[in-house]
């Protein structure tokens, strides 16, 4: 870091379940925030600035959080409505860009926030399996009839990872090969393999016991029906409630922390939620499809200079 980052940080904030208001005593303390880099990273090309971080805190480069922020980002467009008591560092442009937070509201956050709880439950889906049949050998290429060194090029292999079943499909029709589908059904048994050990070596060991006693990751549906209520409200008020005290649920998040639900009823609220979000999203008169990017770039214009023009 080649410039003072307290210096130029104009928005700090404690953010995750102490700001939700449903933290537990071990819980973290993660901060996020915002900064205005010197001209020599606006204007130059010898240095470069993204973002900072360190421990649980993380600062933005004012520019990527306001891509971030324009797209509805549920981890970063948050930041504009902490609640003030969560507010660790403030000045005048962290005030004039909450005072425009609404520019960035749209109703694309039908898919970020949804998004964001989908790939939840798609975590605990995946949890789930491995508790109930854990994963305990090793897939080898003999299991699958295959010699022991792939004819495949390694090119081939990294696009046959990153490719879904559909891609694949498309890019070789129904002509695949015997042979390419045994390379396929071993690289798919060995990822979910290394995915396992991984998720089985670096498990909190509290959030393991809660997981083996109730049957599915509690700290993954708590987010998963915080992000989905949150979306809902977004959708129908224009705003986001980041306190869940304020919202009203911020007990019942605490509970199913705690392993109150069933994954049965989780699955099926989760599933009715996603129904009424997306009539909600095809109904919404209280936000725009997309954000005014013009003029988010004019408030973005405003606070750098206004900010170089004071330090």
Known sequence: ????????????VLTGSRAYGFAREDSDYDYKGIAIPPLDTLYGFAYNFEQYEQGE???Y??????????????????????PDKCVKTR??????????RHLFLSTKARFTFSGYAIAQLKRIQVHRKWLLNPVEKEPLREDYNLPSVSSLSTTVRNILKASTKEEIESMFGFGTSDYLKKELAYMQSRSNWEKYQEWRTSRNPSRFTLEEKY??????????VRLMKMCKEILTMGTIIVDRAEAGDAHLLQAIRE?????DYLIKWAEEQEREIEELY??????????????????CVSLINNFIGEV
């Open 259 to 263: 392993g109150i639900w069933s994954y």
């Open 61 to 82: 480069d004012i520019r990527k959080f306001f891509n971030l922020a324009k797209d509805c980002n549920p981890n970063v467009i948050e930041l504009l409505w902490i």
């Open 57 to 59: 805190r993380t600062i």
């Open 91 to 100: 000045s005048v442009w962290s005030d004039l860009l909450r005072e425009n």
């Open 1 to 12: 870091m080649h410039f003072d980052i307290e210096k130029h940080t104009i928005y700090e």
């Open 215 to 224: 049957g599915y990751d509690c700290k993954h549906a708590t987010h998963l």
């Open 282 to 299: 095809n109904t919404c008169t209280v936000l725009p499809k997309y954000p005014d990017v013009e003029r988010l770039n004019d408030v």
